[in-house]
């Protein structure tokens, strides 16, 4: 399985943004998938997760509310769409996957064993 993300920038506190982490491989369907960040100096924070056919998701306390997951299977892609970003949302953001025998979500980083390349989202006051 690779995975790449996308879609980071910089923008001013209050705008929106949407991430897309795009997937390899015919297995998609059967993997779990997660969002983190990375702030320099600082270690991997979950972000949200969601489930293999999109039915459940989980956030973290500090986005639950703005950012929302979610995944099209069709064309092996999961978004964040994060609205009303605050500065210390500023990260580079990695999606990963679970293994395939995976059944659970998990807010752990150590459960992913697929990672792609982050993409650095900027939030400016």
């Known amino acids: 399985v690779q995975l790449q993300a996308s879609g980071g920038g910089s923008v001013q506190a209050g705008d929106s943004l949407a991430l897309s982490c795009a997937a390899s491989?015919?297995?998609?369907?059967?993997?779990?998938i997660g969002w983190f960040r990375q702030a320099p100096g600082k270690e991997r924070e979950f972000i949200a997760t969601i489930s293999k056919n999109g039915s459940e998701t989980k956030y973290a306390d500090s986005v639950k509310g703005r950012f929302t997951i979610s995944r099209d299977n069709v064309q092996k892609m999961v978004y964040l769409q994060m609205n009303s970003l605050k500065p210390e949302d500023t990260a580079i953001y990695y999606c990963?996957?679970?293994?395939?025998?995976?059944?659970?979500?998990?807010?752990?980083?150590?459960?992913?064993?697929?990672w792609g390349q982050g993409t650095l989202v900027t939030v400016s006051s």
């Open positions: 990963g996957a679970r293994s395939l025998s995976a059944v659970y979500l998990s807010k752990l980083s150590d459960n992913y064993v697929h």
């Open positions: 491989g015919r297995t998609f369907t059967n993997l779990i």
